[in-house]
Structure formats: C-alpha cells, structure tokens
C-alpha cells in the first residue's frame, strides 16, 4: 500500500505558484516600467491580504481543498508583489536621470567599469571585430567633466581587439559614446567605443584559475581536428571561439544547441561522476553530498563564475539538496525556490531564454522523466535503455515551447538527434574537464586525454551532421510569445489527454501516420522556397545575401552578408547545391564576411567583383575564399551583360568611380539590373545619394524601372529621390539587421516608398523574403523571423 502510494503520489507544487508569479511579473515589468507595475503589485497586495485573511480564518474548517486553494492564491500574489519589487527597485536605479540623460544625447564620455561575463563577437554587426561586452558601471565622466557614481548595467560595443582578453571582473576605464538601449532588460545604456581599455588592477583568483585552465584546454584540444576539436571546449566551458559554423549550423538545426552552452546538465555530469566514484568508495551520504558540493564549487571556477554559470551551478545543486534530505519530493520545492531567488537578486533573468530553458529543462527531468521511466520499465523495456528514452523526451518536450517561440519552427528530429547524443555527452564532458584539470601541471597527459575525449565529440559532430540534412527534419510554426504559448497549450493538453489509455494509443496511432503523410508532402512539395520564386532575400543579420533561381538547385549569389552560418543557412534552405555566379556588389563586411558560407559543400563557378577594390580587407578574404575554391575570379564595368541561365545581369553603376563622397566604399557599389523570368530586380548594393545620381544621370529613359527593389544600404537615409521615382517599385526588399545601432532602415524612407505604392518588407520583421510570380503580377512569401541575439 506505501509503495503503491509513493508511485502515484503527487508531485509537490506549493512553492510553484510563488516561483512562476515572481518570474512572469518580473518579466511584465521589464517591459511595462515602473509605474503600471507599481500599481498592479499594490492592487495584487490588497487583495492577497484580503484572500489571507479568509483563508485563514477557515484553518478550523474540514473543508482542507478550499483551504488548500486559498494558499495556493495567496503563494501567487505573494510572488506577484515580490516580483514586482524588486523590479521596480531594479528598474529605478536603471532609469536614474543622470545616466539616462547623458545617454539620450549621445554625449561622450568616459567610463569605469567592472566587467559582468566574458566579450563574445556579434557577427550579425556589419562590422568585423566588433565585441559586444557586459558591464557594470562604478562611475562616468560626462562632457563637462561632471562626475556620475551609479551602480548600473552598461552594454560596451567595442571595436579594439584588446577587449577580447577581457575576464569576468576586470575593471576597465574606456572612453566612448552613450546611447540609448532598446529596453526589455537592466541595461541602463549602451556604450560605442573605438579605443582599448585601460586595465586597472586584476580580476579575482576565481577568474584568473579559470583563464589559465580554460586556455589550457584550448591548448590541449589545437592538435586535434576543427570540428571535435572545436566542439570540445564548448561541451565543458561553453567556449565556442574555435568551432566551426558549418557545426554550429547543424547543431542549431537538429536541436542540439544546449550542447554547446554551460548547463545544469554539464554541473550533473560533473558531480554525478563524482558521486559515483563516492558511492564506489562506500562514502557516507554527508560525505559524497561534501565531495559533489567541493565539485561543484571547483565546476564553477572552471567555466568562469558569470550569470549564467552560476544559474546552472544553482539548478545542479538541486539534486544536492535532495539527496542530502534524503527526500526526492524535495526537489520540485527547491527547484521552485531557486528559480524565486534568482529572479528576485536579477530580475533580468526572466527574459532570458537561457534560463528559461534551464528551468524547464529541470521540471521535465523532475516531473516527467521518472514517471516515464516507470512507465517503460513497467512494459519490459530495460532500466537503462528506460532512462536513456525518458531522459531527452522528457528535456526537449518541457523545452519545445520555447525553442518553436525562439525559431519559428519545431524540429522532428530533436528527441531522436539528442537520444543518440546521450551515450557520448558524459565522457566527453568528463574527460574534457579532466584535461583542463591536467592542462597547467602536466600538459602531454592533458592532449592525451584530449585525444580521448575527442572520439566521444566526433560522434556529436556526426549526428548533429547527419540530423541536419534529413528532409522535413524541421516544421514551421508561428514565432513569438504566442507561437511558444500555443505548443505549450497543445503540450499540456496532450499530456493530460494521454494519461487514459484509449486515448493514449490513438494520439500515437494519428502521430505515425501525421508523420508518415507529411514526409512525403514535404519531400516533393517543400513550403520553401515556395513556387515560381525569382529573388530571395535572405535574413543574414545587417548585411546583403540575394539569391536569383537558375534553375533546380542551382542559383546565382549577390552578396554573402557578415558571417558565413547565415548565408549557407539560406542557401540550404533554398536547395543551393551549386552556384555557378557569385556577385560582390563591394567588399564592406556586412557583404562579404560569409563568403565562405557560400563555398561550403557547394561548387562555385566565377566571383564577379565590382572595379573598386576598396577595403583591402574584404578583398583578400573574397580572393581567399576563391582561390581555396577553384573559382575564377572577374573584374566587371558598367554596361556589361552577364547571363546565367535564365538570369539575366545588366551592370548599371558604377559609371565612373566616384571619389571624395560620404563613403566611397558604398558609392562604387556594383548597381545591377537583374531579368528573372520576366521580372526586373534592381540590385543596387549599398549605393548613396552619389551613386544613385549618378546612375540615374547615365541611364536610358525607362532602364530603372523595377518591379523588386533591393533597398540600398540596409535603408539608410541616403537614398536619391529621383532615382527611388524612376524606379517605382511593386515590391520593395530591405535586407537589415535586429537592433542594429545605425538607425536602419530610415522611417521616412520606408514611408516615401509605401506612398509610392510599393509594399514593403523586412528581413528583421520578416525573415527570409521571397518574392513570386503569381500569374501576371507578384506576391511576397515571408518565411518568419529567424533565431538571433538582440544586441
């Protein structure tokens, strides 16, 4: 009868409704301000105390469900009034008029700063270089030398690679330019600079062991092939400085990407093989929880003790506590109180996905997973292979919702992809953190046990591979807050529904034969690219990708946007298999630093290259890219005709170079008229006013005239109005970047372009853009917003 009970005992969720209150009004908060949050948590604190009292004065009743229900409400307005303030504590220091002030007009100034987490790249910048750096303010030097002390987060986009090197709590003084942030978070400003640090003193003895093993272990891991080679330091400290795109891409595609970032998983590994060396040893359960907690202290060193580190460290120590108690009930209860202590000490991490996700993949694994287990151990499937089902089922299932709200889409091959990962996961996070341990005091042992590691890591590197190319591998779905709030609905329900047994073998029978119909639809009638498409734009981030269809799978390429995952991304998207014409309007970043995604696993015939060869450094990676490609590499001049296949070039611009202009780079921008099936693309790179009057000087009467317009520059303000007029776009594509700092794309150009009857859209809003022949006239198909980081 006890046993019988403890299975189906109920899962403890007192503490639940308290933990989801506090996070979803911290969350509210960080959009909705002060104000508005200041009033809901009074209002919410009147009738908590109201719905106390009653409560309360039931306690003498036998009527323990309506008690029961009454605290339940009572631990959710408790959470909603705690949430709140500490939000609106938060939200006060970071609107103080000083800094906001100074940051609304632009002013420059000079900052000391203490660094919050490690410098990372933002490929998706237009910029090579730029690093974007979390940091906390100690104190500003305005322009008239006023001095502002305030504790606040101020975000650094630099450009200096000596940032690069930065640790976690450095304090640094940099000169630079404020702006305003977009808000959603406690970033009080945002900080341009261009110039170096100034370091004053060292970080902590925590941050510099954990410099000293990490550089070890990349050290350990460079004889070792790029691809496990690169993805090793990533499974063990979430260093993904070395791994290719290429994997990056696969991983991202088969919903692997909680691989590469530190996790409560890594910290269960960890201190999972520690007890399991305790246990081998016959330690007490005091001692093993002492040893586990000594590893997870020496965990955190290791993979830098930042936000997110010590958020997973929080959600490992979990099971701690309730193997200490001796209670697995426990551990619901303490997931719950984490989550509220998190988010009250920082409020922003309710809306961060990575934490998000953490919490979630926690509660699948506390609540789903063992019920799982029993279950399949229950109809004769062996324990381990039970555990290694339930497992990546119970994590990706919690998980879904939030990853389709991210994506956009829902991946099929998740649970299958991550269930063959579970065999290799564990010895190449163990053997990797042991050769980081090794790495200082004896390095030939530390490239030996790299070595090891790697076989573990190259199994990883073959599924995310394999996973990524399978047809119908992805589904789409609508992106967002309500894209994530539908599957969560679909999820709840079906997992309610699933518990009677008729209804159980009938959701499978209808999800085998959903899956079994659909493969073969998506097979031979893909939704994308869709139908009769003559132009795509591709949403790489701020910068140009265009594809123009030559015909099934091959396409000619304008541009290759900042970083090569992205436009390989698109062009896989597209079935691109070969590209007999790569197109570089000119040699900006934003243009050609994913040049070498268009090569990858694809042959390139020619790189037709505009007469400027300004900047230097964009050309050489072009000429790079081509030579390690067998591809010819030309030179091209107004007036000339380039046909590929059904694609007809028509090079307009430039007529003759342009010098002393506001950006000679953009102002000898190719300016190419593109035929496709009867259709006139007007590619003009990033042209300005300059170039744009000077085309429009040069051209026949009639030649401009479009029915797509690739918008120039991203949709700067620098446009020509006789030129957008001899244009007249049906259709009008501005390939731009979320969040960019540039003021892209220009309101009153956008509006300008709508007055003249052009419909409008975004790569930024709208993801992938293609625009279709629909019997004589067009139409645009927008694929969604893609994943990406907001800067």
């Known amino acids: 009868m006890n046993a019988g009970q403890a299975k189906t005992a109920p899962p403890d969720l007192r503490l639940a409704g308290l933990a989801v209150a506090a996070w979803l009004t911290a969350l509210a908060g960080l959009h909705v301000g002060t104000r508005p949050l200041v009033l809901v948590a009074g209002a919410v604190a009147i009738l908590t105390a109201g719905s106390a009292m009653h409560t309360a004065g039931r306690l003498g009743r036998p009527r323990g469900g309506l008690r029961r229900y009454g605290w339940i409400a009572v631990a959710v307005g408790l959470g909603v009034v705690c949430g709140a303030a500490a939000t609106a504590a938060r939200l006060t220091v970071r609107d103080a008029p000083p800094v906001r002030a100074l940051a609304e007009q632009r002013a420059p100034v000079t900052a000391d700063l203490i660094v919050r987490d490690d410098p990372r790249p933002i490929r998706s910048a237009g910029r090579p270089g730029m690093l974007l750096v979390p940091t906390e303010l100690v104190r500003l030097t305005g322009p008239d030398d006023r001095r502002v002390h305030a504790s606040v987060r101020v975000l ?133 929880v002492g040893l586990c907690g000594v590893a997870l202290v020496g965990f955190v060193i290791l993979v830098r003790p930042s936000p997110s580190v010590v958020r997973a460290a929080t959600m490992g120590a979990i099971g701690l ?35 998000a996700l953490s919490v ?22 062996p324990a381990g292979l039970a555990e290694a089902l339930a497992v990546p089922a119970a994590a990706q299932l919690a998980c879904g919702p939030v990853v389709a709200g991210i994506s956009g889409t829902v991946s099929l091959v998740a649970v299958p992809a991550n269930l063959l990962a579970v065999p290799a996961i564990a010895p190449a ?72 047994p008729l209804v159980r073998r009938l959701v499978a029978v209808v999800a085998v034969a959903a899956l079994l119909g659909s493969l073969p639809v998506r097979l031979v009638a893909a939704g994308w690219p869709p139908s009769g498409w003559v132009v795509v734009a591709c949403a790489v ?42 197109v570089v309007s000119h040699f900006h970043a934003d243009h050609v630093g994913g040049v070498a995604g268009v090569f990858r696993g694809r042959r390139v015939g020619a790189v037709l290259t505009p007469p400027s060869r300004d900047p230097e450094g964009g050309l050489e990676l072009v000429r790079a890219s081509a030579t390690t490609g067998r591809a010819a590499l030309l030179t091209t001049v107004a007036g000339a005709r380039h046909p590929v296949g059904r694609v007809d070039l028509l090079v307009l611009g430039p007529p003759y170079p342009l010098a002393g202009t506001r950006s000679d780079p953009n102002n000898n921008s190719l300016v190419l008229l593109a035929t496709v099936a009867g259709v006139r693309i007007l590619l003009p790179g990033d042209a300005e006013t300059e170039e744009q009057h000077a085309v429009l000087a040069r051209a026949a009467p009639g030649q401009l005239r479009a ?54 859209l975004r790569t930024d809003t709208d993801g992938d853009l293609a625009a279709i022949r629909a019997g004589e006239g067009l139409a645009v198909v927008r694929r969604g917003v893609p994943p990406g980081r907001r800067t």
């Not at 979630?360 to 229950?378: E, S």
């Not at 030996?448 to 591979?465: E, G, K, T």
């Not at 309500?482 to 529904?497: I, P």
């Open 156 to 288: 650094v986009l630099a450009t200096d690679p000596a940032w690069r090197g930065l640790l976690p709590g450095q304090r640094v003084a940099a000169e630079g330019r404020l702006g305003v942030p977009l808000g959603g978070d406690l970033t009080a400003a945002v900080l341009s600079t261009n110039g170096p640090p100034e370091r004053h003193g060292v970080p902590s003895w925590a941050q510099r062991a954990a410099g000293t093993l990490r550089a070890g272990l990349q050290r350990a891991c460079a004889p070792l092939p790029d691809e496990p080679g690169g993805l090793l330091p990533g499974l063990v400290v979430g260093d993904t400085s070395r791994l290719p795109p290429g994997v990056e891409e696969d991983f991202r595609a088969t919903g692997m990407t909680h691989l590469n970032a530190v996790s409560g998983s890594n910290v269960a590994i960890v201190v999972g093989a520690v007890l399991l060396l305790a246990r081998w040893a016959r330690a007490g359960p005091w001692l093993a």
């Open 321 to 355: 506590a309730a193997l200490a108690a001796g209670r697995p009930r426990a551990t619901l209860p303490a997931l719950a109180a984490a989550v509220t202590v998190l988010v009250l000490a920082d409020p922003e991490l309710a809306g961060d996905a990575g934490f």
């Open 360 to 381: 979630l993949a926690t509660g699948g694994l506390l609540l789903l997973a063992p019920r799982w287990r029993d279950g399949l151990r229950r109809r004769g499937v």
């Open 429 to 500: 996070t163990v053997l990797g953190v042991l050769a980081a341990t090794l790495s200082p005091l004896w390095p030939a042992g530390a490239e030996f046990v790299a070595w090891l590691a790697s076989w573990p890591a190259w199994w990883l590197v073959v599924i995310a591979h394999q996973g990524a190319r399978l047809p119908a591998g992805t589904l789409p779905w609508p992106g967002g807050v309500w894209g994530a709030l539908l599957l969560a609905g679909l999820t709840v329900a079906l997992l309610v529904a699933v518990r009677r």
């Open 541 to 582: 981030g701020q910068g140009d990708a265009l594809v123009l269809p030559v015909a099934a799978g091959r396409a000619v390429v304008v541009d290759a946007g900042p970083e090569p995952a992205a436009v390989d991304g698109c062009l896989r998207r597209l079935g691109v298999r070969e590209v007999p014409l790569l």
């Open 707 to 760: 029915d797509v317009l690739k918008v120039a520059h991203h949709g700067s303000a620098y446009q020509d109005p006789g030129f957008l007029d001899a244009v007249r776009p049906a259709v009008a594509l501005v390939p731009v970047g979320t969040g960019n700092t540039y003021g892209h794309p220009n309101p009153g150009l956008l509006a300008r372009l709508s007055r003249g009857g052009a419909r409008v």
